[in-house]
């Protein structure tokens, strides 16, 4: 049973182009989470999505962030106009249901030039 | 809200020697508690959780943790240290269906 994968593992942009992130979940989840580490941080909780629903994105910047998990495919992390700030580390996690047990994928890392 | 502090950002220890890494979390009706393991470049891995039952929880790799209610801690010990134990350990609390997360703390060895 694969894990949670995220891809790309690392992504170059400069600052004003689009930045996609992708995250399959664990076979059988349908709970998605996404929190971002920016560089000598702990984690915060950015979004959190089932299926074609959004349930809570209070720690999403209002701005430029979006996110989406359709019924077919992967979940969507998209950072539109990258500036410098946006450089993180971008992990997703799922879970089977609304469980506290949630299982993170690698990571992303996102580096605006 | 919830949150969780952890207290030293940096723990240097030599090896072999015993370490603490102490989390404290804000107080609540029902407490859910993790604790991550993320080696240098590398993802996050959970490395001991506390749902319910007794309230000292082990790992394979020799670690433990110990929830008390009393003092709001879920500190995380190693009786003797290894060299690939070099990595930062995050501790976090679930809430409202998100992890709260304390900042991280960097476990360094000293050979």
């Known amino acids: 049973n694969a894990g949670v994968m995220q891809n790309p593992r690392h992504l170059v942009r400069r600052r004003g182009q689009e930045a996609r992130l992708r995250c399959s979940p664990m076979?059988?989840?349908?709970?998605v989470y996404w929190y971002r580490q920016l560089p000598e941080e702990g984690l915060k909780f950015m979004v959190y999505l089932q299926k074609e629903n959004i349930i809570d994105e209070s720690g999403m910047p209002k701005e430029r962030f979006s996110a989406e998990f359709p019924k077919e495919g992967p979940s969507i992390l998209r950072i539109q106009q990258v500036v410098r700030g946006d450089s993180a580390a971008y992990f997703c996690a799922s879970s089977p249901g609304r469980s506290p047990e949630q299982f993170f994928g690698p990571g992303t890392r996102l580096t605006v030039l | 809200a919830q949150s969780v502090t952890q207290l030293d950002s940096q723990v240097p220890v030599f090896e072999e020697a015993p370490v603490e890494l102490r989390c404290n979390y804000s107080?609540?009706?029902?407490?859910?508690l993790f604790w991550y393991v993320q080696y240098p470049n590398q993802g996050l891995q959970l490395l001991l959780k506390?749902?319910?039952?007794s309230t000292l929880v082990e790992s394979i790799n020799g670690f433990e943790a110990e929830f008390n209610k009393s003092q709001t801690s879920f500190h995380l010990r190693k009786p003797s240290v290894h060299i690939s134990d070099t990595a930062e350990y995050f501790c976090?609390?679930?809430?409202?269906?998100?992890?709260?997360w304390g900042a991280g703390t960097k476990l360094i060895i000293k050979p």
């Open positions: 107080s609540s009706v029902s407490v859910y």
């Open positions: 976090a609390v679930y809430s409202n269906y998100q992890l709260i």
């Open positions: 506390y749902l319910s039952g």
């Open positions: 076979k059988g989840h349908s709970h």
